[in-house]
């Protein structure tokens, strides 16, 4: 069965809770949610377009891109929904102690009753790193050492870490273990490697055709092929538009998990505008629409 979500990024915190409760109510499977921590006044840091089309053109964060913590936007959601996953897509890890991401996602895990999947990347803006004095060149090797870190943390109990980029003595973040599913995004060559090595899932960069969705999901294949992984592994992508047609042609290749951007399905000019508009997209897709409560102040 195909799972269908929504990818949002620059809308306000606000918006992202009418959206995501609609969803919820629609069939939608999860919001990815993208990030970045501020706006530099001034940057010269390309996107890794990897070749894939872009759903954004010109800059990704300007002074009036609608900026959000996910994790405040996640707790809210949890709240006011019951079926939707909330998943980052991508959460910039380098820029972050692990130690306080692990405290985070446990909690937000917890909250939402396992509806959590943490998507990372190892980001590309060097001006965020700048400002916050995190060596851009070593972005990689911290993310790779986080998700170690990550690992053991949620394993559950006492554990210790000395490594190139964090070292600590004993200590607990979590009694229980606690069940993240961790997706790595990048469409490159390493990228894939690095996802069929370490991650749960994959997450597309950009907006690939079919017949690219198709190379870079084989090319994850061989990757975890090569990396002895046998588990279960998502490859989630982004397209630009959908119907039930293409639906049934990325099943047939063996793709079930697809996700829309937001500010193609929910627009107009007021929420029931927009409500509206997510209902038509649902019912073209053929989604199940769930019996939910109606959430307090919606």
Known sequence: MT??????YGMPARDLLELSIAADRLGFDGLWLGEHLFHPAEYSSKHPSDGSAQHHTGPIVVPDT???DPWVVFGAIAAATTHLRVATGIYL???????LTARTVATAQELSGGRVVLGIGAGWLREEFDALDIAYAERMPRLEESVEVLRKAWAGGTFAHSGRHFCFPSLQVTARRVDVPLVLGGNGPKALA?????GDGWFSSGTPSMESA???RDALVREREQASRTEPFRC????EDLDAQAVSRYG????DDLVLWADKVW??????DRERSLARCAHALGLDPHDVPVAAGS
């Open 252 to 255: 047939s290749e063996g793709i």
């Open 194 to 198: 690095r996802a069929a090595r370490l």
């Open 93 to 99: 890890l380098p820029l972050r102690h692990p130690l």
């Open 214 to 216: 198709v190379a870079l």
């Open 267 to 272: 627009v107009g000019a007021t929420r029931e």
């Open 3 to 8: 799972r269908i979500g929504l990818s949002a």
């Open 236 to 239: 989630v992508f982004r397209v």
């Open 66 to 68: 609608e900026l959000v």
